[in-house]
């Protein structure tokens, strides 16, 4: 089992990035995938989830808005379009297949990536 991010980096406040998350090793659509992350002395937090049959399920208030989740179901690659970014979105992002079915909580993450830095300068 695979789960690999990409697509992390600097950018100023305000710009964007698109972050990926590439599966393997288990059935894409029998798992809800989920972005989360966490900053520095913080606890790591979701960010937004999708559902391979009901889409998006989840945006933490913090992002909606500014980031859009979606999933390419051939490729089994899920994306987090970023856009508007602040200097608080600054953290490590993990993507994770969580239990489909139990919503966007970290406690239900079953495999876990090794996370992309994103770090938004003022």
């Known amino acids: 089992v695979q789960l690999v991010e990409s697509g992390g980096g600097l950018v100023q406040a305000g710009g964007s990035l698109t972050l990926s998350c590439a599966a393997s090793?288990?059935?894409?659509?029998?798992?809800?995938i989920g972005w989360f992350r966490q900053a520095p002395g913080k606890e790591r937090e979701g960010v937004s989830c999708?559902?391979?049959?009901?889409?998006?399920?989840y945006y933490a208030d913090s992002v909606k808005g500014r980031f859009t989740i979606s999933s390419d179901n051939v490729r089994n690659i899920v994306y987090l379009q970023m856009n508007r970014l602040k200097a608080e979105d600054t953290a490590v992002y993990f993507c994770?297949?969580?239990?489909?079915?139990?919503?966007?909580?970290?406690?239900?993450?079953?495999?876990w990536g090794q996370g992309t830095q994103v770090t938004v300068s003022s």
């Open positions: 994770a297949a969580l239990l489909k079915g139990w919503g966007c909580f970290l406690e239900v993450g079953n495999y």
């Open positions: 090793g288990f059935i894409f659509g029998d798992y809800t």
């Open positions: 999708i559902s391979s049959r009901d889409g998006p399920i």
